[in-house]
């Protein structure tokens, strides 16, 4: 069952703006983690928001999660070249359930210079 | 150099012909799992492993075969390869506790089956 899904499934941008995407999920959750990857490359973890988190900060990344709308969102600032790539979330199951780890389809980013 | 490291980087088969896919982490993670990435449907897993001996089906296991013997080691095996698992494999490992924690992601194996 497809648990996270990423919106929009791409998204363009200038250099210098800022880029959201969003993370929409069916049941509940320990925790959500936001993974980068580079064109044909493994996928890299950036940040992880447990259920009992609301909002959390790394550099230039900031994600959100609210439970009660079953949703997160990740904000990249100040966007670079460098960031441009495909950003999945992954909804991680309490350990004591059947569920698993489900990663979303991803966003592609594209940064404009 | 904590790292999960995949062999091959890219293979090309014939239909039928068995392979292995070799997996190995350096981190002394419980936990292991195989997915696949195919256009428009992101990644998918395949199987997945608690610990040594322990494995389970993920979304996706029709076709794989796991083996988990040593904590380090995780291979995905192909009995009879088929053109429809022409994809894009990662394996990836974590660590556990109360709870599962970040990936990390080999550098992927690229297979096609003719």
């Known amino acids: 069952s497809q648990q996270g899904e990423e919106d929009p499934q791409a998204l363009s941008i200038q250099e210098g703006e800022n880029a959201t995407m969003n993370c929409s999920y069916k049941t509940s959750i320990n925790n959500l983690q936001w993974y980068r990857q580079n064109s044909g490359r493994g996928l890299v973890h950036l940040i992880l928001?447990?259920?009992?988190?609301r909002e959390k900060h790394s550099g230039r990344l900031r994600v959100t999660l609210d439970t009660s709308k079953k949703s997160s969102s990740l904000l990249i600032t100040a966007s670079r070249a460098a960031d441009t790539a495909s950003y999945f979330c992954a909804t991680v199951p309490f350990m004591n359930r059947d569920d698993k780890i489900i990663f979303g389809k991803g966003t592609r980013l594209h940064i404009l210079p | 150099e904590a790292q999960v490291t995949q062999n091959p980087r890219y293979l090309i088969t014939v239909t039928g012909k068995k392979l292995t896919v070799t997996c190995s982490q350096n981190?002394?993670?419980?936990?292991m799992s195989w997915y696949r990435q195919d256009p428009g449907l992101g990644l998918r897993q395949i199987y997945y492993s608690m610990n040594v001996e322990v494995t389970d089906k993920g979304d996706v296991p029709e076709g794989y075969k796991v083996s988990r013997k040593e904590k380090r080691n995780f291979p995905l095996i192909l009995e009879s390869p088929s053109p429809n698992q022409t994809s894009l494999y990662f394996c990836?490992?974590?660590?556990?506790?109360?709870?599962?924690?970040?990936?990390?992601f080999g550098p992927g194996t690229r297979l096609t089956v003719l």
């Open positions: 928001i447990r259920s009992n988190e």
């Open positions: 990836a490992s974590t660590w556990t506790g109360n709870s599962y924690n970040e990936q990390f």
């Open positions: 981190m002394n993670h419980e936990y």
